[in-house]
């Protein structure tokens, strides 16, 4: 029975010199696939109307053109009045500076209770 196995065999080898056989299986079709792209082939998209964005989109309006500012007639006595308004900041700056100086000897219980008064500002203020 060997003999007959090995002639088999070497048939076997001959012909797959001589013939292309396919080894793979056969391929199924998918028919879910196959509906789906014959859908897609057939699908023509309706062209849009010609006034289709009406409402979708705003008209374009150039903005409102800027205007010059107007100068005031007298701007020197303006300017001047601007000046004697204006507060100077050495004045408060000196005054923070004496507190600083003034708490700076007092060491930690003066902190704490400087701290300890904020609190209670805060929470009388809620």
């Known amino acids: 029975m060997s003999a007959v196995l090995r002639n088999a065999a070497a048939a076997v080898r001959a012909a797959s010199r001589t013939r292309a056989f396919a080894t793979s299986a056969v391929a199924r079709k998918d028919l879910v696939q196959d509906l789906y792209i014959k ?4 699908y023509k998209p309706t062209p849009p109307a010609k006034d289709a964005h009406v ?67 805060e929470e009388a203020h809620h």
Do not use: R
């Open 39 to 42: 859908e897609l082939k057939s």
């Open 55 to 121: 409402g979708a989109v705003k008209p374009y309006s150039l903005p409102a053109a800027p205007h010059l500012p107007l100068l005031p007639a007298d701007l020197a006595s303006e300017l001047s009045a601007y000046d004697v308004a204006e507060p100077t900041l050495a004045a408060a700056e000196s005054a923070a500076a004496k507190v600083a100086v003034g708490n700076a000897g007092a060491g930690a219980e003066a902190y704490l209770a400087f701290l300890e008064a904020d609190e209670a500002k």
